[in-house]
């Protein structure tokens, strides 16, 4: 059984930093690419940040760069998105999903997990 469980949210003032994680089971972690997406209340889905598992390319919005740094371990199965300097506007459920390489979409997604950001 394939899944994605998301971990670290939580209230944080803004400034401060937040580390999720990411643990994955049920499929071959090098050969998945790994995204972390954010939905904040009343707005759609946006990705925020990837990661190749295979070369570990990366890729991250304007808006988060500089700040979050996502990072994937393929020996734990984990991938990590590191969010510093947080605002307010980063306040939302935070979801991993992952797909494989060259895929246009996202096969496998986590229930979420809730940063809070206040000001």
């Known amino acids: 059984e394939v899944q994605l469980v998301e971990s670290g949210g939580g209230l944080v003032q803004a400034g401060g930093s937040l580390r999720l994680s990411c643990a994955a089971s049920g499929f071959t972690f090098d050969d998945y690419a790994i995204g972390w997406f954010r939905q904040a209340p009343g707005k759609e889905r946006e990705g925020v940040s990837c990661i190749s598992s295979s070369d570990g390319s990366t890729y991250y919005i304007d808006s988060v760069k500089g700040r979050f740094t996502i990072s994937s371990d393929n020996a734990k199965n984990t991938a990590r998105l590191q969010m510093n300097s947080l605002k307010p506007e980063d306040t939302g459920d935070h979801y991993c999903?992952?797909?494989?390489?060259?895929?246009?979409?996202?096969?496998?997604w986590g229930q979420g997990t809730r940063v809070t950001v206040s000001s």
């Open positions: 999903a992952a797909k494989r390489a060259g895929d246009a979409s996202y096969d496998y």
